[in-house]
């Protein structure tokens, strides 16, 4: 939306040697911009877009908004099926979080310090969650779960969610680990510190920065989680995610849009959270 | 000259033990195993157990069988939805190599607030929900939505187009969704390549284009082919998008093995379904496992 102009304003790259026919590169950088400028508003576009739509004054959808309001919010606070859906998903995130960290780091440290046999092997099993298609592993799980009457069920989530958030934790925190000047350890047991004492006073503090980005995106790969969350779900124990796929499925209220807000803003404030913890982006 | 840190004769300030190897850069396989417990039992338990149990399923009609993969084989209407599966994978993989690559190329070169706003513009996508960009999908596209209101409004078109629940609105909400999957890998590569190569090739007489066509585009072959095999192998596997925004007749594997199990109940043959996807996902996975460890970190978009 706002962003277009921008774009096209200051797209760029540095000239090297621009004598030649100087209108016509003009107008083609121009043109790049502009496209450039497209391409990059239908990626934020679906994400905004929810804004508006859960602030409309209406329950059909209008745009722009003809006038606002905030019912679409209240309704969403004071339908209990929401707020048991919202609860028990921020309960299984929560869990899910505490599990996959402790899990995922002592893993990472084992997987980057140690040197067990098979070891590559391991270290591709655990990434082994992010590669399989999650309906595969849904389906699968709903097969299992079922008989054990796990499905719709906390412990059964906690399962679930768990092994899909620790690669994530595995993977950032073993790059801390790696880029861990282990020297440093060294010199403090050259300096009388045991063992456990060196690993609490210098490792921890160094890849602290990266167990807390990674139980970030524990939280998230938990709270966002759909296609597992839709097959082991039942009547009885929801997620936000199964709710919401089954009320855009059945009846598109604008509550799905204040829903989708609200999702956009945890998710928005959490990564944010990791780019301040880490000082850097995307992995 | 004899106490750097480094020397092996001064580290082992304790005597080595079954738990503390000698070495305190490497942990003992003892320490090494305990670390790892807890992993080894949740992907055993959590993880292996489940699959392994669906892949047998699959061969069961209670005795051993092949007839559910025979079915698969034999139908031509399950041939067709996995044949359509890689068939859209292979569109929105090029999608969004097209559309991305140009965002990879601005996000290397961009500087300060520009960069700032590029990345924000990739990354946002990448945290939202997909439950929350496909009910955005439909806002848009459904028959009294944002777009067709816009085009009768202006008077382009009369009545409103059939725009959600077709193959086209599948393959534009899978392009939105997988594209930042492309974007960073290839935005890793180039933004590696140093601006001088450019320059050096523009120095000796090529034109832009032809400096981009035979420096820029080669040095980045490790970055594209990445994020392919990264958009492909997800893209096969999606259900939650295709489920929402794709209409009945545009049925892909995901969506077949949801039908199969919420709807039909056959579950032995919703397993053979799913262990088809599986293995076709895991031998993409092993045949372009270089290329992949160019992009580390895959966030859950399926």
């Given amino acids: 939306m706002s962003i ?237 995610s199964r709710k919401m796929f089954e009320d855009i499925d059945f009846n598109l209220t604008p509550v799905i849009a204040a829903v989708s807000t609200l999702l956009v803003a945890v998710s928005l404030l959490l990564m944010g959270t990791i780019h301040l913890l880490t000082g850097r982006g995307e992995d | 000259m004899t106490t750097t840190v480094e020397n092996p004769r001064v580290v082992p300030a304790r005597p080595a033990s079954w738990f503390f190897s000698r070495s305190a850069r490497q942990y003992s396989h003892a320490l090494t195993f305990l670390l790892i417990a807890p992993l080894m039992l949740l992907l055993a338990g959590g993880f292996i157990y489940p699959i392994g149990r669906l892949v047998s399923l699959s061969l069961m009609a209670p005795g051993f069988t092949l007839e559910h993969y025979e079915r698969i084989v034999t139908e031509p209407l399950y041939m067709e939805v996995l044949f359509r599966t890689l068939q859209t994978g292979a569109i929105v993989t090029v999608t969004s190599l097209l559309l991305g690559f140009p965002v990879s190329f601005l996000m290397a070169h961009a500087k300060g607030r520009m960069a700032m706003l590029v990345s924000a513009a990739v990354l946002v996508p990448l945290w939202t929900s997909v439950l929350v960009r496909s009910y955005a999908w439909i806002v848009l596209l459904q028959r009294n939505g944002i777009v067709n209101g816009l085009l009768i409004e202006s008077g382009l078109i009369g009545s409103p187009l059939k725009l959600i629940y077709t193959e086209g609105a599948v393959i534009l909400a899978m392009t939105h969704v997988l594209m930042p999957f492309m974007i960073l890998p290839v935005y890793n590569v180039l933004r590696t390549i140093p601006a001088e190569y450019t320059q050096a090739a523009r120095n000796l007489g090529a034109g832009p284009i032809s400096a981009f066509w035979r420096v820029t585009l080669p040095l980045s072959l490790p970055g594209i082919f990445a994020g392919c095999v990264m958009c492909f192998i997800l893209a096969i596997g999606f259900y939650i998008t295709p489920a929402l925004v794709g209409g009945p007749g545009a049925l892909m594997m995901a969506t077949l093995i949801g039908q199969q199990t919420t709807v039909l109940l056959d579950w032995p043959f919703a397993a053979a379904l799913a262990t088809v996807l599986l293995t076709t996902t895991l031998i993409f996975v092993l045949v372009f496992r270089k290329a992949l460890s160019v992009s580390k970190g895959m966030n859950s978009v399926n």
Wanted: aromatic share 10%; hydrophobic share 55%; with cysteine.
């Fill in chain 1, 4 to 240: 277009e102009p921008a774009v096209t304003a200051s797209f760029a790259p540095s000239p090297v040697n621009s004598t030649h026919r100087p209108y016509g590169k003009a107008a083609l950088r121009l043109l790049g911009g502009f496209l450039i400028g497209e391409i990059l508003f239908f990626l934020v576009l679906p994400t905004l877009l929810v804004i508006p739509i859960s602030l409309n004054d209406s329950s059909y959808i209008e745009f722009p908004p003809k006038g606002l309001t905030l019912r679409w919010y209240i309704d969403f606070l004071s339908d209990p099926d929401w707020r048991a859906a919202t609860i028990f998903s921020l309960q299984i995130a929560l869990a899910t979080t505490v599990a996959s960290t402790v899990i995922g780091t002592l893993a990472a440290i084992g997987l980057v310090r140690g040197n067990l046999p098979g070891k590559t092997l391991l270290r591709a099993l655990s990434l082994g969650p992010m590669i399989v298609p999650h309906v595969v592993f849904g389906v699968a799980l709903y097969l299992v779960f079922s008989p054990l009457s796990l499905t719709g069920n906390f412990a059964g989530f906690l399962i679930a969610h768990t092994v899909l958030a620790v690669p994530y934790v595995i993977i950032t925190v073993s790059a801390a680990l790696e880029r861990f000047d282990t020297s440093l350890e060294l010199a403090a047991l050259n300096c009388g510190a045991s063992r456990s004492r060196a690993f609490i006073s210098v490792v921890l503090p160094n890849i602290a920065p990266a167990v807390a980005a990674a139980s970030v995106f524990a939280f998230l790969a938990s709270f966002d989680e759909a296609t597992v969350a839709f097959f082991i779900s039942d009547t009885g124990g929801k997620t936000i």
